[in-house]
């Protein structure tokens, strides 16, 4: 079976309902009766045709797919198999990391083979796509999807997302899968930090920070692309025919499938932007979206649209066929149950294997953000309180768990427990709730830090408070945490703080009051056990932020590749009052840690900074480049990283931006030289007539350990 014999053979109908999305559920039975007998009563689609829905989201388990599609197939006439889809976000069984911590790692490789290792689980699960990897850039830490999000900055998003679009497909074997990227486009610029809200982005700014990703996914081979919830330029990106048709088809040549979100086309009415939802299918046809997830626009319009001439035949063969041609390439119309394997699937999901990556996930995305010379923890150790409310419990392993499980993932009491054994004790000092009070466990909790040599204290939030619809005002720990740890610092001074949290946080007072501070992100299934082995020594924390942490909410949103203004208050001022500059009458402009920080047990210092030349001709190149050593007492990583600031341009350039990176890991004592390829491509921007060129001008270079080191070289770029 082909995909265009297929669609030769098919009616309108059946046509149109092959661009449905409906959930598994609908397809499944128990005892011979349909849990759900027909279609979903909100969707109100004919019964003749619910058997020619095209795809189906939200599967749970290998058994689950082969029932559903069993059930599909006896109930169809016509026979073609729909293909599973699912939220397989970071992780499906075994988790990994939160997206937002696998960035941190500043590892593009590491987010290659999480992403590998999720296809594998899912794929014997039945699941044929994932809606990832999401490649929203995002400046505001309110905003719950963060989480999900690789951070601030356009290369490095780039970078990622290509590696997680390769790491999920690969050559489409049996254990591949097909990426989404998601969400097409700028829905990290959500205004106020608010889920679904309203986006305003000049052209420009959508073009130089938040579309390179989603093309970097696009050049990388992406098969889909989900469009967002959001506007761009005041229309439904469902129906924004300029974003997807002009844009995302025609100028980048993308011809795979566009999905929209969950409901989004009937949603473009609530917008104010179609009168109703006949108008929303006209809208999203006319924009080339093929696939409708979870609202009836399509199938209750399409045919009528045809009808009356609004809408041709050819449109929707055209769509029907990019979505054929995706199960043809999956393998689905010769084989419905592809990959699916129930045996294999309980022996390869959260086996040995995938614990081994994710816990090394987790001890390579967390980010040391202070140490005050207690970390590393001796083994030897002859006690250890490990306290708070997240010291004990599975459920920070992050959210969209996808088939993860609180029960599978390792609490940091276990991971301890596995080092030091019973040397470890345990209270939870307080509630992880965010408006919690109770101070009823604090005192047991300040006994047991009494006794012990150290405390581990698992501070944060709890992982439901980060993710889709779960956006926050209040972005600092609960007060409740900091009166715990004033407490415990009374009579134990040997404190580490692991910070579990799905955001960057505004947590000054801890940086002012804590000795040590290991954000751990959420970790995933491995949480515990990676904690633990870099609290202890067994590794080395190497990984640095890709989210601004502000120092006060009132600072965000924040981000390192800012515009400067025309009164800037210098950086030597920043903790001085400057009146009549751009500053706070409160706080510094800088932030608590700036893009690009976190520190290791070792030390790495940089020297020979140097550029191979202070001119560069088009079509030449000239290199940047520094040596770093290890001048510490630990084997340990550093991520190198190469910024480039336009001096002057048609248009004003930020501050400072990320051109390269790498990761480079020294023995004590060891020195490597890194060098930086500087061409004209290098230097592209979209300039005052909107043309994506190198102006003639001057540049500096840094190389640093992160976005506050300083230039070290000018160089000018000339015909």
Known sequence: MKAQEILSKMTLEEKIYHLVQMTTMTYLKTDGTNIVTGPDSTMKLDKEYIYDVGTLL??????????????FLNGSKRKVPP????????????????NLGVAASFDPKLAHDVAKMAAKEASLDGVGVTFAPMVDLVRDPRWGRVMESSGEDPYLNSQMAKATVEGYQGDMGKYNIAACVKHFAAYGAAEAGRDYNTVDVSERMLREYYLPSYKAAVDAGVKMVMTAFNIVDSVPCSGNKWLVKDVLRGEWGFDGVVISDYSAFEEMIDHGYC?????CAYRAMEATSDIEMMSPCYANHLKELVEEGKISVEQIDAAVLRVLKLKEELGVLDNPYRSVNVEEAKRVQVGPEHRAIARYAAEESAVLLKNNFILPLSKDIKSVAVIGPNADTGAIHGDWPCGGKVDETITVLEGVKNIVGDRAVYAKGCNIEYDSTDESMIDEAVEVAREADAVILCLGEHQSYSGEGNCRTNIEIPRVQYKLLDKILEVNKNVVVALFTGRPLAISELDEKAPAILNMWMPGTEAGNATANLIFGNANPSGKITMTFPRSLGQVPIYYNAFNTGRPKLPEYDFNRVRFTSSYLDSPN?????????????????????????????GGKIIASAKIKNVGKYKGKEAVQFYIHDLFGSVVRPVKELKGFEKIELDVGEEKTVEFEITEETLKFWTKDMKFEAENGKFDVFIGKSSACKPFATFELVD
Request: a negative charge.
């Open 83 to 98: 293909v599973f889809m699912q939220d397989v976000i970071h992780g499906h069984r075994t988790l990994y990391p939160i």
């Open 58 to 71: 939200n599967l749970v388990g290998a058994q689950t797919m082969i029932d559903a599609q069993t059930n």
């Open 275 to 279: 009168e109703d939802k006949k108008e």
């Open 590 to 618: 800088s932030p608590l840690y700036p893009f690009g920080y976190g520190l290791s047990y070792t030390e790495f210092e940089y020297s020979d900074l140097k550029l191979s030349a202070d001119t560069l001709t088009r």
